[in-house]
């Protein structure tokens, strides 16, 4: 079930923590979907609190604290960047009622699950989600409410935890249209490292490798920029605080998977010096059949995208002028 989700509600009382990108994409989409009898949100920023109200987020009520919006709530959602994770789980964890579901949205899972974990009350059922997806664009504007369709979500519950709340986040994400999998933090960080974490990192750093070009040779690079450069580096414009985290939260499975990479841009480097256009061909060829059949063929995001019949009747509404 990812696109014809029914519209009865999943929970009865959502509170989501913070209202970036994610945050508010998730406001806009539940409003839409009807997967919360209710809906609390908040941000640390008083000026985005500010901006919430203005933008009238269906009908979601703001509140000025994180212990406030999740008072009484059934699924507590946190979409905050990875190192402030733990920090706004002690905040917060008093404050959820025994049977409530804390989950969040981050991009590194094994280390916020050890970090947060103690800190979690008896009777609260810890299910860390990250969904693959977004968008080089940050804050409550830049929400979508049609980001998770067709789009992987990854539950990473810590051993042991609840079946019960695990099938309710599950239900939860597939309500937003997307297709869940459920696997170990360490496999999920191990796995992102390589497919968002390494490209990110690759982009950020092309772009000084084009600026000392341009230091030293005294003329423009990056201005002559084709397509092959525009396209491969537009992560490159993702919000550089959020990115610094990632990195130093999943060093050790990014630095692993550099290492790997390193080897095969080292054969690479080494074909070229040695002329052996056989074994760049190889590669390439290698590379463009694994993309066609996964990526170009075969992945989750080429499936149709329209909105199913029973969403025709709100996928358009404009969100500040509901009643």
């Not at 959020?242 to 999943?250: E, S, T, V, Y």
């Not at 059949?289 to 509404?317: Q, W």
Request: net charge negative; glycine share 6%; proline share 6%.
């Amino acid at each position: 079930m990812a696109e014809g989700a029914s519209r009865k509600p999943v929970v009865r009382h959502l509170a989501i923590i913070g209202q970036g990108l994610i945050g508010s994409s998730i406001t806009r989409a539940v409003y839409e979907r009807r997967l919360a009898r209710e809906v609390t949100i908040t941000d640390a920023s008083p000026k985005v609190r500010k901006r919430l109200l203005e933008l009238g987020l269906g009908q979601a009520r703001v509140v000025a604290t994180s212990a406030e919006a999740v008072k009484d709530a059934d699924l507590v959602i946190v979409c905050i960047p990875v190192a402030s994770f733990v920090d706004a789980v002690r905040e917060l964890a008093p404050h959820m009622k025994p049977g409530a579901i804390l989950s969040d949205v981050g991009s590194v899972k094994e280390t916020m699950v050890e970090e947060a974990l103690p800190l979690i009350p008896e009777g609260v059922h810890f299910v860390p989600a990250h969904p693959l997806a977004g968008t080089e664009f940050s804050g409550p504007d830049a929400g979508l409410p049609r980001l998770f369709v067709n789009r992987w979500a990854i539950l990473t519950p810590p051993e042991g935890t609840d079946t019960e709340a695990v099938e309710t986040l599950r239900a939860f994400w597939e309500g937003l249209g997307s297709q869940v999998e459920v696997m170990t933090p360490l496999r999920h960080d191990q796995a992102l490292a390589i497919t968002s974490h390494l490209p990110h990192l690759i982009a950020f750093s092309i772009f000084h490798t084009g600026l000392h070009m341009e230091e030293e040779t005294g003329s423009p690079v990056i201005q002559f920029s084709a397509g092959a450069f525009r396209d491969f580096t537009r992560v490159a414009a993702s919000n550089p605080v959020m990115w610094r985290d990632i990195f130093l939260k999943n060093k050790d499975a990014v630095l692993d998977v550099f290492k790997r990479f390193e080897a095969d841009i080292g054969e690479c480097v080494k074909a070229i010096e040695e002329g052996d256009g056989e074994a760049l061909e190889q590669m390439f060829t290698t590379s463009r059949r694994t993309r066609r059949k996964v990526i170009d063929t075969d992945h989750i995001s080429l499936r149709d995208n329209r909105p199913s019949e029973d969403l025709a009747d709100t996928i358009l509404r404009p969100y500040a002028s509901d009643d």
